[in-house]
């Protein structure tokens, strides 16, 4: 009984470095996301993917790079880190609505993120 | 594109008492979903309730009610009898039913502090 599973909880990071924050879900949904929450404000869509091999980007793209090469995992890399990307990264999935018909999200942890 | 706005940074309520916090949003497609989510300090994203924008009636889920309001767009939270688990952020959100991909848009959230 899983569900969506991130890692790590918590980073501190270095201006320029890299990471990857991981994403998995065990449910089986086709729709992943990524999603960004910065202090005091709502969460912001960085990238979605709609199944394994296809991704594309939500509101907040720059800086970060996703990839799809299974159902199951939706990997979010930083390749530059920088102060701005100080946030809470929070993972989500559903299924597909239009086939399944069931319209709730399922959210990771969340991992906070600060670079220094 | 959609939006979701919520224009009430922070809300309290004594506890027993009944609060209703707003969530406006604009859209022009007539078939979509409507969900408000709670955040405790923990930060995992617990889902209230969800309104099928198709249905005429009001979502209730025990104490939590939804005022629906279509052509107004509007979709407001009711708390009743609140308690003090129920001291959260609370986010509106909006999901498309009509097209691909159906992301789902939050709303910048609400902080609900309930008073003993």
């Known amino acids: 009984n899983a569900g969506v599973t991130q890692t790590p909880k918590f980073r501190i990071l270095k201006i320029g470095q890299s990471m990857t924050l991981q994403c998995t879900q065990d449910?089986?949904?086709?729709?992943m996301y990524w999603y960004r929450q910065d202090p005091g404000m709502g969460l912001k869509l960085i990238y979605y993917s709609v199944g394994a091999g296809i991704t594309d980007k939500g509101e907040v793209p720059n800086g970060y790079n996703v990839s799809r090469s299974t159902t199951e995992d939706f990997p979010l890399r930083l390749e530059l880190a920088a102060p701005s990307q100080t946030s809470v990264y929070f993972c989500?999935?559903?299924?597909?609505?239009?086939?399944?018909?069931?319209?709730?999200?399922?959210f990771g942890q969340g991992t906070r993120l600060t670079v220094v | 594109a959609q939006t979701v706005t919520q224009s009430q940074p922070e809300m309290s309520v004594q506890e027993a008492e009944t609060v209703t916090l707003s969530c406006t949003y604009d859209?022009?497609?007539?078939?979509?979903?409507l969900f408000w989510y709670k955040q405790p300090p923990s930060r995992q994203m617990i889902l209230v309730i969800r309104?099928?924008?198709?249905?005429?009636q009001n979502a209730t889920e025990n104490r939590f009610s939804v005022n629906f309001q279509k052509a107004a767009k509007s979709f407001s939270l009711k708390i009743s009898d609140s308690q003090l688990g129920d001291a959260a952020m609370y986010f509106c959100?909006?999901?498309?039913?009509?097209?691909?991909?159906?992301?789902?848009?939050f709303g910048t959230g609400t902080r609900l502090q309930v008073f003993p």
């Open positions: 959100a909006y999901r498309s039913a009509t097209g691909e991909p159906d992301k789902l848009i």
């Open positions: 449910m089986n949904h086709n729709y």
């Open positions: 989500a999935s559903s299924p597909r609505l239009r086939t399944e018909g069931s319209t709730e999200a399922f």
């Open positions: 309104q099928e924008a198709y249905k005429q």
């Open positions: 859209t022009s497609e007539s078939d979509y979903y």
